[in-house]
């Protein structure tokens, strides 16, 4: 399979923490994209960086990418209750028609 | 409002029974998708079609049959259910596949007895 691997599988924070999950992958990427699903609901698009980003911003979340590790990671910085949920990277690999390709997820359990 | 629309929510049916799960979109996005969500399996891809009248297997395509006559619908089709195809499925459609974001449906939960 060429799924990105989540890192970790679980984690559980309190709330005004920061949190950091990982996403490492297999070939080379035109991009990776991280989305986040609240338990049971469809997964909602947070972020996208290209192959030749290396970092990217949205309001509270910092996305990484580092082509030559083949790794990514996204920050969520100053955690809220609400942001209590999955996390999933998606790759789209070269020669993948466009197709993406999800990771497992990381449970992020944001405690109050 | 931009969304994927998927029906029904949930769905329990008998072995063998066909069943097709709709899904819609209403922002002309050329490319669908579905995906079926399974616990320590994540998200794997059973159908996708890049545009009209164009459709190609996922990873996961046995037992599952697709067409994509119109722009804006992507249904999703079970002949014969079984019990392992009891799951949770997403329906997702992008401009123009993974150059861009995809946007999913709410889901659907179907259970196979």
């Known amino acids: 399979s060429q799924q990105g691997e989540e890192d970790p599988q679980a984690l559980s924070i309190q709330e005004g923490e920061n949190a950091t999950m990982n996403c490492s992958y297999k070939?080379?990427?035109?991009?990776l994209q991280w989305y986040r699903q609240n338990s049971g609901r469809g997964l909602v698009h947070l972020i996208l960086?290209?192959?030749?980003?290396r970092e990217k911003h949205s309001g509270r979340l910092r996305v990484t990418l580092d082509t030559s590790k083949k790794s990514s990671s996204l920050l969520i910085t100053a955690s809220r209750a609400a942001d209590t949920a999955s996390y999933f990277c998606?790759?789209?690999?070269?020669?993948?028609?466009?197709?993406?390709?999800f990771g497992k997820g990381t449970k992020l359990s944001v405690k109050p | 409002e931009a969304q994927v629309t998927q029906n029904p929510r949930y769905l329990i049916t008998v072995t063998g029974k066909k069943l097709t799960v709709t899904c819609s979109q209403n922002?002309?996005?050329?490319?669908m998708s579905w995906y079926r969500q399974d616990p320590g399996l994540g998200l794997r891809q059973i159908y996708y079609?890049?545009?009209?009248?164009?459709?190609d297997k996922g990873d996961v395509p046995e037992g599952y049959k697709v067409s994509r006559k119109e722009k804006r619908n992507f249904p999703l089709i079970l002949e014969s259910p079984s019990p392992n195809q009891t799951s949770l499925y997403f329906c997702?459609?992008?401009?123009?596949?993974?150059?861009?974001?995809?946007?999913f449906g709410s889901g659907t939960r179907l259970t196979v007895v």
């Open positions: 997702a459609s992008s401009y123009s596949g993974g150059g861009y974001g995809y946007t």
């Open positions: 070939t080379s990427i035109n991009n």
């Open positions: 960086i290209r192959s030749n980003e």
């Open positions: 998606a790759t789209d690999y070269r020669g993948s028609q466009g197709n993406l390709i």
């Open positions: 922002m002309n996005h050329e490319y």
């Open positions: 079609s890049m545009n009209v009248e164009v459709t």
